[in-house]
């Protein structure tokens, strides 16, 4: 029955690879599991009912996605997001954020969610995702694999914050950087080997040194889960609604988790070999689960819950099928119970107060960085009319430390590049459209 509905042969896959795909997934995953509340409690939100909401909205979208959509797409709340959420939403007037109570931003959460539900049945998210050109396609997985291989050697120490540079090498003979680069050499040459689990074997020998060079502390396996009550069903509707900023907070909120999404499910799609005749199958329905969850985190107590970049980890490790993503979600339920352990793999390693490592799942960040830049061979390098789009659209995402900023550079150049040359005709509207979006978010809504 479980091959039957997942088509697993079909895909080249087994059930035991797509078990090991899910679970390295949680493991890339479970980081926000401790993340997360820390980042919303800046707002007044409690820490253990937001890490409860955590695990219930990620397992919920992880599981739907898997159901629906047959992608081996994980899900959990944003990163991006929850930052805007707390510091900008949330944050205080004298310090340029909106001036929200935590119970108004979930309103907005919510708002945003049916909007994108909205747009998902309505088709329109469907013909912005066939508009976009494949020499953008292939530049955001490219992308987001820098962006998340930059995010990786961060999380490791190997590169740390610099006056006037902005980044420099860091301490790579001591501290946890060491672990990490050996680590990533663990995981190449398990690869190199044709070792099936490679990534969740470099993981566990970042686990191991962790624990004995003392980055990490042993929290034990199992305890009871923290009571959701202080948030679940907080939202205030009607509050948000009645604040100033509710249109540009829904907007940005609407615009992030758009493209955010569309990123992520393009480049997973393509890095698992799943797109046929250049349409990623069952699209609607992946969208559609990235809607429903992000109403249902907003119900529950958190951010914006997206599709997550990590499950290249799980594609990487043979994870073909949505019974991947269905695995991730049922690791997060027992992350409920289990959660010492999750915190102990994804829990930060305090290097200063407020300042955070996270080098157990660093390697594996790396690691499959660099099996998404290859996508960028595919774009037509010859033709700057698509290459330097494409390649503002690679570079920004780093360099912004957001994907949705990366789209927005690309497709700004694409459409001014392509009007420019006289090729309004052959151009998708929807370029034009997003690309004037785009610009009026730059220049009137900052």
């Known amino acids: 029955?479980?091959?039957?509905?997942?088509?697993?042969?079909?895909?080249?896959?087994?059930?035991?690879?797509?078990?090991?795909?899910?679970?390295?997934?949680?493991?890339?995953?479970?980081?926000?599991?401790?993340?997360?509340?820390?980042?919303?409690?800046?707002?007044?939100?409690?820490?253990?009912?937001?890490?409860?909401?955590?695990?219930?909205?990620?397992?919920?979208?992880?599981?739907?996605?898997?159901l629906l959509a047959n992608l081996p797409i994980a899900q959990a709340p944003g990163?991006?997001?929850?930052?805007?959420?707390?510091?900008?939403?949330?944050?205080?007037?004298?310090?340029?954020?909106?001036?929200?109570?935590?119970?108004?931003g979930l309103g907005t959460v919510f708002l945003s969610g049916v909007i994108f539900a909205l747009f998902t049945l309505g088709g329109m998210r469907d013909r912005v995702m066939r508009a976009i050109p494949a020499s953008l396609r292939y530049a955001i997985g490219a992308g987001i694999g820098l962006f998340i291989a930059l995010i990786g050697f961060e999380w490791g120490g190997v590169v740390t914050a610099s006056p006037g540079t902005m980044l420099k090498l860091g301490h790579i003979s001591h501290g946890p950087a060491p672990?990490?680069?050996?680590?990533?050499?663990?995981?190449?040459?398990?690869m190199a080997l044709r070792v099936r689990g490679a990534i969740l074997i470099g993981i566990g020998f970042a686990a191991v040194w962790s624990l004995l060079g003392g980055y990490t502390q042993w929290h034990g396996l199992a305890a009871m889960p923290p009571s959701i009550m202080p948030t679940l069903m907080q939202l205030d509707l009607s509050g948000a609604l009645s604040r100033q900023h509710i249109g540009v907070a829904v907007f940005t909120f609407t615009v992030m988790v758009l493209f955010d999404s569309i990123g992520t499910i393009t480049a997973i799609a393509h890095e698992a070999q799943l797109v046929k005749d250049g349409e990623i199958p069952k699209a609607r329905q992946a969208l559609l689960s990235d809607a429903a969850a992000t109403v249902a985190g907003s119900l529950l107590g958190t951010s914006t819950v997206t599709s997550y970049i990590e499950s290249s980890t799980g594609v990487a490790e043979g994870g073909r099928t949505g019974l991947s993503a269905v695995v991730t979600g049922g690791m997060f339920l027992l992350a409920l119970f289990i959660y010492p352990l999750a915190r102990m793999i994804g829990g930060g390693y305090e290097i200063a107060p407020g300042v955070f490592l996270y080098p157990i799942i660093a390697p594996a960040m790396i690691v499959v960085g660099s099996f998404m830049v290859p996508l960028a061979a595919q774009v037509e390098w010859e033709n700057p009319a698509e290459a330097i789009p494409a390649f503002l659209t690679m570079v920004a995402m780093p360099f912004t430390f957001s994907i949705t900023e990366g789209l927005a550079f690309g497709l700004i150049a694409?459409?001014?590049?392509?009007?420019?040359?006289?090729?309004?005709?052959?151009t998708h509207p929807i370029i034009h459209l997003l690309a004037a979006a785009f610009l009026l978010r730059y220049f009137f809504l900052g």
């Not at 896959?13 to 795909?21: G, H, K, Q, V």
């Not at 997001?81 to 109570?101: I, K, R, S």
């Not at 694409?414 to 052959?426: F, V």
């Open 1 to 66: 029955m479980i091959e039957r509905y997942f088509k697993i042969r079909e895909r080249g896959s087994s059930l035991s690879t797509e078990m090991l795909a899910g679970l390295t997934t949680f493991a890339t995953m479970s980081y926000v599991i401790f993340v997360q509340p820390a980042v919303l409690g800046a707002a007044g939100m409690d820490f253990g009912s937001v890490l409860t909401a955590t695990c219930l909205s990620a397992a919920f979208g992880s599981i739907l996605m898997g």
């Open 79 to 104: 990163m991006g997001q929850n930052f805007f959420f707390a510091f900008t939403v949330c944050g205080v007037a004298a310090m340029g954020g909106y001036g929200f109570t935590w119970q108004q």
């Open 179 to 190: 672990m990490v680069l050996a680590s990533v050499l663990v995981i190449a040459l398990f």
């Open 414 to 426: 694409y459409s001014a590049l392509h009007l420019g040359i006289g090729r309004l005709p052959k």
